[in-house]
């Protein structure tokens, strides 16, 4: 096996919150230009109508993105948000991913054996949780994604001025703008994300196709991030959106999605599904894996402590 071996000691709800958060750091720092080329392709054309917006595509393509940023206006341009991504993940993959087990343990009554409703259920319940606690640092991540820096057209200078000009412009709701739709996403991706990993290896597990160790967490995290960009996809594009739009812009996540439909068609709703999938599923792999790794040690790390001798 590679890295850290299982524990027979269980990790603590205080392991798998800060595991999550750092684990998830982690896999941000590594995808984070995926991201922001996603956000990229999103918001693309969302000003115009369809011949319009086919007619003056500036991005075309993750790889065509990445280096139109790069050529345009600078490697850096790949990490803008950067700060408030990390904050986001500290905060929102804590409490999404660290706690999901503790309250799936809840509804199923401290219960080994889950059901399928009991870990919808608490996907659920740990995403909009999460959403709850870390939403003002996914709004800012995304305005800074979305900026150019090019031509001088910058909203924010930094994170710091980013938080202050929201609240100051756009009022203590404007950190919290877009928060039904990140709720309705998040619940999703959580769902799909949490589940459908637990589900591929609970599978490989029991018919001992694996053992709980580096190629399982592998194989079970790139299935969840496949599955989750698909059923994700047309949410994240409408959060996207509507979190980078201007105040009198959209009255609704709802008009965001309907002016989406009626001016871009049904497509748009998937724009940048390429840049999503690489970055799910590339995200999923380093996190997951990272995250089982960092549960092992900082178990071992626990015991061997309380029992040095």
């Known amino acids: 096996m590679v890295g850290f071996k299982a524990t027979d000691v269980p990790p603590t709800a205080t392991v798998k919150f800060l595991g999550a958060g750092t684990a998830a750091c982690i896999a941000d720092l590594i995808t984070f230009p995926l991201d922001t080329a996603k956000v990229r392709l999103q918001i693309q054309g969302e000003r115009q109508g369809p011949m319009q917006a086919a007619a003056s595509v500036k991005y075309r393509g993750v790889l065509g993105t990445i280096l139109t940023m790069v050529r345009t206006e600078g490697p850096r341009s790949l990490y803008n948000g950067l700060v408030a991504g990390l904050q986001r993940q500290m905060s929102f993959a804590s409490v ?6 503790s309250v799936k343990q809840f509804y199923t009554k401290g219960s080994e054996h889950a059901g399928i409703g009991s870990r919808l259920l608490a996907g659920s319940t740990t995403g909009a949780l999460a959403v709850a606690v870390a939403q003002p640092t996914d709004v800012v991540k995304v305005r800074f994604q979305a900026q150019a820096r090019a031509g001088g057209s910058q909203r924010y200078q930094s994170t710091v001025d980013a938080y202050k000009t929201i609240a100051r412009k756009e009022g203590f709701r404007g950190l919290w703008k877009g928060t039904a739709p990140n709720i ?3 619940a999703i991706v959580n769902c799909a994300e949490l589940v459908t990993y637990d ?3 609970d599978a490989l597990l029991k018919a001992n196709l694996m053992t709980d ?5 592998f194989t079970s995290a790139f299935g969840a991030g496949f599955c989750t960009t698909i059923i994700a996809s047309p949410v994240d594009v409408v959060k996207t959106r509507y979190m980078n739009s201007a105040p009198s812009q959209y009255s609704s996540a ?4 309907l002016t989406m439909l009626q001016k871009e068609g049904p497509r748009a709703f998937y724009k ?8 799910l599923g590339s995200w999923n792999v380093v996190m997951f894996v990272t995250y089982e790794q960092l549960k092992r040690a900082l178990t071992a790390a626990c015991t061997s402590r309380e029992a040095p001798f």
Not at 96 to 101: A, C, E, K, M, S
Not at 272 to 279: E, I, K
């Open 272 to 279: 940048g599904f390429m840049p999503s999938f690489l970055r």
């Open 213 to 217: 160790d580096l190629p399982c967490h």
């Open 199 to 201: 589900l591929i290896k």
């Open 96 to 101: 999404r991913i660290g706690l999901y087990d």
């Open 184 to 186: 309705a996403r998040n």
């Open 254 to 257: 709802g008009h965001c999605a």
